[in-house]
Nanobody, 125 residues
């Protein structure tokens, strides 16, 4: 079974920077799109950025020009570089990936929508 583990969250001042990482681990799998979502207290979970297996990217309007998503396919890792952080960026950030996981039981590939447990980013004003 594939697992996603995020790291890099923390407390930063208004205008500061943080870099989030999310590493996928498992026995045999492939990854398509990798995404970052965030959920602020009392609000719904929103898509922040997406990167395809080919490297195409998408950003929410609220983070364009400030956040950069990238991936290292050799390490099965996606990154989110966050610059010029604002208090409204405070949220739990979740890594999400569209994965094809190989089952040794029936020798088949299965599509999976995998989520990490989240990492808290707090931006102080």
């Amino acid at each position: 079974q594939v697992q996603l583990v995020e790291s890099g969250g923390g407390l930063v001042q208004n205008g500061g920077s943080l870099r989030l990482s999310c590493a996928a681990s498992g026995r045999k799998f492939s990854i398509n799109n990798m995404n970052w979502y965030r959920q602020a207290p009392g609000k719904q979970r929103d898509l922040v950025a997406t990167i395809t297996s080919g490297g195409s990217t998408y950003y929410a309007d609220s983070v364009k020009g400030r956040f950069t998503i990238s991936r290292d396919n050799a390490k099965n890792t996606v990154y989110l570089q966050m610059n010029s952080l604002k208090p409204e960026d405070t949220a739990v950030y979740y890594c999400n990936a569209d994965i094809r996981d190989f089952s040794d039981f029936d020798l088949s590939w299965y599509a999976m929508d995998c989520w990490g447990e989240g990492t808290l980013v707090t931006v102080s004003s």
